[in-house]
C-alpha cells in the first residue's frame, strides 16, 4: 500500500518518537533560559511532523493512483517493464564491504584490504581470461601497496594494525 | 599591504613547489573524476581528502580546489566526446557539445567547452576576490538572532528547491539537524541522545557521515545496473583528433561576450545559493541562453552557444560557493562542505572572521583558484589522450577503490574504527535515503549547520530571552520572512510541475548531488 517514500516517512517517524521519549530524562535548564532537551525537541518534532506528513501524502497519492487506475484499466495498454535493479550485487557489496570493515582491525589494513579489493572485483565482475585474473590481482595488491606507502612512508598517517597477525 | 598586493604575493606562494604540486596532483584528479562518468567532483574531492591529512592546511585546500576546478572542466570532455556527462553540472554541454561531435569537430567541442570553463572561472574568480571581503564585512554586523535565520533561511531554501518533493526536503533537513544533537550539548555538555554508546559521547563526526553518505549513495546506483557478464558500456573514442586552433576557439568565445558574461553570473549566482550546485547552473545558463538567442531553434544541433552557456556557468559556480562559504561559512555545496570539514581539523572555523584571521589561507584560496584554471587547460592539453583511456576504467575495479580510500579518510581522522563504524551507518543511512527518494543536500546542509543554529539560538536567548527579537529585527526578520517564502514558492512549483506530470510514471530516486 504505502510507497517507498511512505515507508521511509513511517522508519523515520518511529526514529523521531523514540528519539523524543529518550530525551525526557535530560537535565532541565541551569544557567541560560533554554535547557539541554529543548532544541533537540524542537528539531525531532519538526522531523516527527514531516514524516508523518509525507506518510500522509503518500496514502493519499495510492487512493488517487488507485482510483485512476481502475478508470483507465481497460483502456490503456500496460507499459513494458523496466530493467529490474541488480539488488543482489548491491547486497553484496555491502555484505564485503561490512566483513571488510569488521576483519581490518583483526587483520590489518594489509591482508584485509587486498583480500576485500580482491573479491570486491571478482563479484562485480567475474574474469572471463587469465589476462583479467592477472589484472584483478595486480589491482588488489597496487591498491594496498600505493595506499600503504602514499599514507604511512609519505604522509606519516598510521593505517589499521591487525591484532591478529600484527601487520 | 593592498588587497592586490596580498592576493599577488600569495600567488607567488601557491607557485611554490610546496603548493603548485597537490594542486597540480588535486587538478588532475578533478579532470579525471569528473571525466569518469558515475563518479561526480564530490566523490573525487572524498577520494583525494585522507590523502591531505597528514598536510598543512592550505597544501590541502590547493589539492580541493584544484579537484574542483578540475572536475567542473573535467565532466565536459565525456559530454562532448561520448555524450555522457561525467558530473551532473556538465548535463547541459551534452546537448550541443555531443551534436557537434557527430558533426565532425570533437575537438571543437572539448576546447569550446574548456576554454569557457576557463574564462566563466576566471570572471567568477574577480568577482570572488572582489565580493567576498565585503561580504564577510556585512556578515559581521550580524549578531546571533540574524545568523540564527540566515542558516534556518539556507536550510529552507536547499529543502524547498532539491528534489521533487518539498516535504521529503524539509525531512532530509530535519534528520540533519537531528544527527548533530546527538553527543554533549554546547552549554554543559550533558549527553544527549547517545544510548549509552561511549562512541557516541563526542557526537558524530563530520567527515565519516558525509563520506558515508556520499559513498554508497553514489556507487550503488550504478552497481544496481551493472548485468552479470556485461562489459561496461563506456568505450573511449580514441581515434578522435582533438586537434584545433585553440586562438580559433578563444575567438570564438570571445566574440560572444554578452552570453559569456551573462551566463557567469547565472553560474555565479546558482553558486551562492546553498547546497544547488552546478547541476542546476549549467542547466539553467543554458535555458536562459536559448531564451535570448536569435536562433534558438538551432539549440541541440551542435552550436557553440550552448557550451559556452553551460562550461562557463559550471566554472564560475565553483567561485560562486567559494564566496558563500568563505563570507558566511555556509557551503555553496557537498564539495565545499568537504572543504569546510577539513578546514574544522585544522580548527579553523570558515565564516566572517576567516579573512581577518586566516589571511594566508584567505588569499592562498584566491590564488590556488586563479591557478588552478591555466593548470586545467594545460593538464587537459598535455593528457587528453591519456586522460580518455582512464575514463574505460571498469567499475569492478573503480568501486573497490574508491570504499577503501574511504574507510582510510574516516579511520585517518582520529585513528580509530569507530569513524569506521559511523562511515557504514551512514553508508547505509545514504543508500536507504536514496531509495526512499529522499534528497542528500538538505541532510549535509543540516548537518553542516546544525551546530551552529543550536549555539546561535542559545546565545540569542541568553542576551534577550524574547522570541519576537528573531522577528522584529530587520535583517533577522526579513530571512525569517525570506525563508517562509522560499517554502511557499517551493510548494506552488512542485505543484505546478505535478499537474504538468499528472498521470505519467513513478519519479526517479534522487542521486544528483
Request: proline share 6%.
Amino acid at each position: 500500500m504505502l510507497s517507498r517514500s511512505g515507508i521511509a516517512g513511517l522508519v523515520c517517524l518511529a526514529i523521531s518518537i523514540w528519539l523524543l521519549f529518550l530525551t525526557r530524562g535530560l537535565p532541565p535548564p541551569i544557567m541560560v533560559p533554554i535547557g539541554p532537551a529543548f532544541y533537540p525537541r524542537v528539531v525531532l518534532s519538526f522531523m516527527a511532523l514531516c514524516s508523518a506528513l509525507l506518510v500522509v501524502m503518500d496514502l493519499v497519492a495510492f487512493r488517487r493512483r488507485r482510483a485512476v487506475a481502475s478508470t483507465e484499466q481497460s483502456a490503456t495498454a500496460r507499459k513494458p517493464a523496466a530493467a529490474r535493479p541488480n539488488y543482489s550485487l548491491v547486497i553484496a557489496t555491502f555484505v564485503e564491504f561490512f566483513v571488510y570493515i569488521l576483519l581490518l582491525p583483526g587483520l590489518g589494513f594489509r591482508i584485509a584490504t587486498t583480500v576485500f579489493v580482491f573479491a570486491l572485483q571478482i563479484t562485480l565482475e567475474q574474469p572471463r581470461s587469465w589476462k583479467r585474473w592477472l589484472l584483478t590481482v595486480l589491482v588488489a595488491i597496487g591498491t594496498t601497496v600505493v595506499c600503504y606507502i602514499a599514507f604511512e612512508r609519505y604522509l606519516l598517517i598510521l593505517l589499521p594494525r591487525g591484532d591478529w597477525t600484527g601487520m | 599591504m593592498s588587497h592586490y598586493d596580498l592576493l599577488i604575493t600569495h600567488i607567488g606562494t601557491v607557485l611554490h613547489h610546496q603548493y603548485l604540486l597537490p594542486l597540480i596532483f588535486g587538478t588532475i584528479a578533478g579532470v579525471v573524476g569528473g571525466a569518469l562518468p558515475g563518479v561526480t567532483i564530490t566523490m573525487t574531492v572524498i577520494m583525494v581528502l585522507p590523502f591531505t591529512f597528514g598536510l598543512d592546511p592550505l597544501q590541502g585546500l590547493a589539492a580541493m580546489i584544484g579537484v574542483y576546478v578540475g572536475g567542473s572542466a573535467g565532466g565536459s570532455i565525456t559530454a562532448s566526446l561520448i555524450g555522457i556527462p561525467g558530473t551532473p553540472s556538465a548535463i547541459a554541454t551534452t546537448f550541443d557539445g555531443y551534436p557537434m561531435t557527430r558533426k565532425g569537430e570533437p575537438g571543437r567541442a572539448v576546447w569550446v567547452g574548456v576554454f569557457s570553463a576557463f574564462l566563466g572561472g576566471t570572471i567568477g574568480g574577480w568577482f570572488l576576490i572582489e565580493l567576498t571581503g565585503p561580504l564577510a564585512s556585512l556578515a559581521l554586523k550580524f549578531g546571533p538572532w540574524e545568523f540564527f535565520s540566515l542558516y534556518v533561511f539556507a536550510l529552507s531554501m536547499v529543502a524547498g528547491l532539491v528534489g521533487k518533493s518539498v516535504t521529503r526536503g524539509l525531512l532530509s533537513g530535519a534528520i540533519g539537524l537531528v544527527i548533530t544533537v546527538v553527543g554533549p550539548d554546547p552549554i554543559m555538555g550533558t549527553q544527549r541522545l547517545t544510548m549509552g554508546l561511549h562512541f557516541l559521547e563526542g557526537g558524530f563526526p563530520f567527515l565519516p557521515v558525509l563520506i558515508g553518505l556520499f559513498a554508497f549513495a553514489q556507487l550503488m546506483p550504478d552497481i544496481e545496473k551493472v548485468r552479470r557478464g556485461e562489459a561496461d558500456s563506456v568505450r573511449a573514442p580514441v581515434k578522435m583528433i582533438l586537434k584545433i586552433s585553440k586562438l580559433a576557439v578563444l575567438w570564438e568565445i570571445l566574440s560572444r561576450p554578452v552570453l559569456l558574461i551573462w551566463s557567469t553570473l547565472v553560474g555565479l549566482l546558482i553558486g551562492v545559493l546553498p547546497a544547488i550546485g552546478g547541476s542546476a547552473a549549467n542547466i539553467m545558463a543554458y535555458d536562459q541562453a536559448k531564451k535570448f538567442s536569435r536562433r534558438p531553434e538551432k539549440f541541440g544541433t551542435g552550436i557553440p552557444e550552448g557550451i559556452i552557456a553551460s562550461e562557463s556557468s559550471n566554472n564560475a559556480n565553483v567561485a560562486g560557493s567559494l564566496i558563500m562559504i568563505m563570507a558566511f561559512g555556509i557551503p555553496g555545496d557537498a564539495v565545499t562542505a568537504v572543504m569546510l570539514g577539513a578546514l574544522t581539523i585544522h580548527g579553523i572555523q570558515p565564516g566572517p572572521l576567516f579573512i581577518s584571521q586566516h589571511p594566508k589561507i584567505a588569499y592562498g584560496i584566491f590564488a590556488s583558484y586563479l591557478i588552478a584554471l591555466p593548470l586545467m587547460v594545460a593538464v587537459i592539453w598535455l593528457g587528453g589522450r591519456a586522460w580518455m583511456r582512464v575514463i574505460t576504467m571498469p567499475k569492478s575495479i573503480l568501486v573497490p577503490i574508491v570504499l577503501v580510500l574511504c574507510v582510510i579518510g574516516a579511520y585517518a581522522l582520529g585513528n580509530t574504527m569507530n569513524d569506521v563504524y559511523v562511515l557504514f551507518l551512514f553508508c547505509v543511512i545514504g543508500y536507504a535515503m536514496v531509495k526512499g527518494r529522499i534528497p542528500l543536500a538538505p541532510l549535509i546542509l543540516g548537518v553542516v549547520l546544525g551546530d551552529q543554529i543550536e549555539a546561535n539560538l542559545i546565545r540569542a536567548v541568553s542576551n534577550n530571552p524574547d522570541p519576537w527579537l528573531f522577528i522584529t529585527r530587520p535583517i533577522s526578520g526579513g530571512l525569517i520572512a525570506a525563508s517562509v517564502l522560499s517554502i511557499i514558492l517551493a510548494l506552488w512549483q512542485h505543484r505546478r510541475e505535478a499537474k504538468r506530470l499528472a498521470g505519467t510514471e513513478d519519479e526517479e530516486e534522487d542521486t544528483d548531488f
